[in-house]
């Protein structure tokens, strides 16, 4: 699959946020008030349920938002092409879901395919899935980390393009996975940051499994 760089920079990022909302303040803050030399800026903040940090985080940023609630959708299809619809209408080049605790559908894909960054708790294809931190720790891995990859219809299968590891040490029991799962956040807001920017900056190539960035045109 081969993937344009945005069409001209910076480049629009639609992001979708369930929670906390840290990784979205991290692109924030990494934009600034200059989003040519980032390469990208936010457009829209889209979000699964309404009253989260994240989307207040969004509001204070004076960004435009929109919630997609999927049981105010009579089937999850619905739901898909609703958030589809909500999402292009701000013409995004890149769509990142930092935080977003849904799986998007057929729909969504179809439109966004190759544009939709995800980034996980864990360093996969180990710990997929809504509890990465909690897996990993009951695994009793001693090495853990984060992943920012490409959507793919898969449950975070998607390409690779960038991980950091974090350490498990012996003072992470199974029921510290909050304090582990915070020394993750700390290293995945960067390796978030910094891979949009890469990608919306310089352009990138997937091939089949394989995320070539800054390829372009080669
Ligand atoms: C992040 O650690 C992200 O990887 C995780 O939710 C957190 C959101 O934090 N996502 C998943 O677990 C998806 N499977 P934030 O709301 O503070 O950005």
Known sequence: MASPPPSAPPARLVVL???????LQALLDAIGDDPEGYGAQVVAVGADRPGTVGLERAERAGL????????????R?????????????????????????????KRFLAEFGG??????????????GAHGVRDALA????????TVHFVDDG???????????????????PEGEAALHERIKEVERKLLVEAVGRLARDGY????????????GE
């Open 77 to 105: 299809e619905e739901w898909d092409a609703a958030l589809t619809a909500a999402t292009a209408a701000h013409r995004p080049d890149l769509v990142v879901s930092a935080g977003f605790m849904k799986i998007v559908g």
């Open 64 to 75: 435009p938002t929109f919630v997609c609630r999927v049981r105010e959708h009579a089937t």
């Open 115 to 128: 544009r939709v960054v995800n980034t996980h708790p864990a360093l996969l294809p180990s710990f997929p």
């Open 205 to 216: 190539r997937i091939e089949g499994r394989k995320v070539h960035l800054g390829h372009v």
């Open 155 to 173: 449950v975070d299968t998607g390409p690779i393009i960038a991980q950091s590891a974090v350490e498990v040490t012996e003072e992470d029991t």
């Open 139 to 146: 695994y009793g891995v001693k090495v853990t980390g984060c």
């Open 17 to 23: 946020v369930s929670g906390s909302g840290t990784n």
